[in-house]
């Protein structure tokens, strides 16, 4: 730190959440709806809330870390048709990072195909399930950033730029529940340099400043770059009522008619959804699919993922 450097701690540069916009949309919405959409809400709120709470642990970290920084908090950008949302994205005086931040349930165990597995005990039972790879996600977040920023330079400058991208720019998986155990015994060093718990944040950031091939920039330098990340932020506009596809000031009548066959069910016309929608039994997404079988032959439905064991279906009009 230099003698007439004014940044002595980090510097909330945007401090606001789409995330406490949704979260109070939802319960409003939840006013008006009530049974199973009620419920399939409720779900939704508390998935929300638990992001929340996690993005809330980081930026304790943070606060208390020390470091001279500028945060950036819930950018959210487009690009090429391309969307990419940023929990956290941090300039210090030598490099970048970009946080994405899980709060999740369970223990987390990497493997050395790069897979992430989650264990949970519920009761005297434990379970083990796949989830989706949180490098690969926060991976795809870098590589709009790297075009968004790459084409306002000129050719000579953007090949420079390009070049040293994954020197100054830095990503990070950071695991904010504290009670979750990270075992990456048997990760590749890339995959597992690339995850740590919300506790390891401040350290880590200092360790990677630290690295001897680091160039450090000016403190203009530093609020032009957020500056720059900032202009280029849209608001994200997430419509509650076609995500659940339900009005949610009624239940859905058609739900009288009662649930279908195994046959109708099962199928083979079955292709995936591309817009997430709820099942309105048990919050699990669901996929589109056609009854080949009964009454209703030929006609397209939404089923849950989860059948057998869940029923939950969502008739299209």
């Not at 100054?168 to 904010?176: D, E, G, I, P, Q």
């Not at 990456?184 to 200092?206: S, T």
């Not at 770059?225 to 506009?237: E, G, R, T």
């Not at 959804?273 to 996929?287: L, Y």
């Amino acid at each position: 730190m230099g003698l007439f450097d004014k940044i002595r701690g980090p510097i909330f540069y945007k401090d606001d959440s789409e995330a406490e916009r949704q979260l109070e949309v939802l319960i409003e919405l939840k006013q008006t709806a009530s049974g199973e959409i009620a419920d399939a809400i409720e779900q939704e709120i508390r998935l929300v809330e638990a992001g929340i709470v996690g993005e809330k642990q980081v930026r304790f970290e943070l606060e208390n870390s020390h470091i001279p920084m500028y945060v950036l908090h819930d950018l959210y950008y487009e690009y090429e048709g391309l969307t990419a949302q940023i929990d956290y994205l941090i300039i210090t005086r030598k490099h970048q990072f970009v946080i994405e931040c899980k709060n999740l349930y369970g223990n987390i165990e990497i493997n050395s195909n790069g897979d992430f597995i989650r264990t949970f005990s519920y009761g005297r039972h434990s379970k083990k399930e796949g989830i989706y790879s949180p490098i690969t996600q926060n991976r795809r977040h870098l590589e709009m950033i790297k075009q968004i920023r790459g084409a306002e330079r000129i050719a000579l400058l953007r090949i420079a730029f390009e070049k040293n991208f994954y020197n100054n720019y830095r990503s990070v998986v950071v695991l904010a529940n504290p009670k979750t155990v990270l075992n990456a015994k048997f990760a590749k060093k890339e995959v597992r340099n690339q995850v740590i718990r919300a506790d390891q944040l401040a350290e880590y950031i200092r360790k990677v400043d630290a690295e001897p091939d680091s160039v450090s920039c000016s403190e203009k330098d530093m609020e032009n770059l957020a500056q720059s990340f900032i202009s280029v932020h849209k608001q994200p506009k997430v419509d509650y009522t076609e995500k659940f596809r339900i009005p949610v000031n009624k239940i859905d009548s058609d739900t009288s008619k009662g649930d279908p066959s195994v046959d109708e069910l099962c199928g083979p016309n079955v292709e995936s959804n591309p817009d997430v929608i709820i099942c309105p039994k048990c919050g699990a997404p669901m996929v589109r699919r056609k009854a080949t079988k009964g009454p209703n032959a030929g006609s397209e439905f939404y089923g849950c993922s989860n059948f057998p064991k869940c029923r939950g279906i969502v008739n299209i009009r």
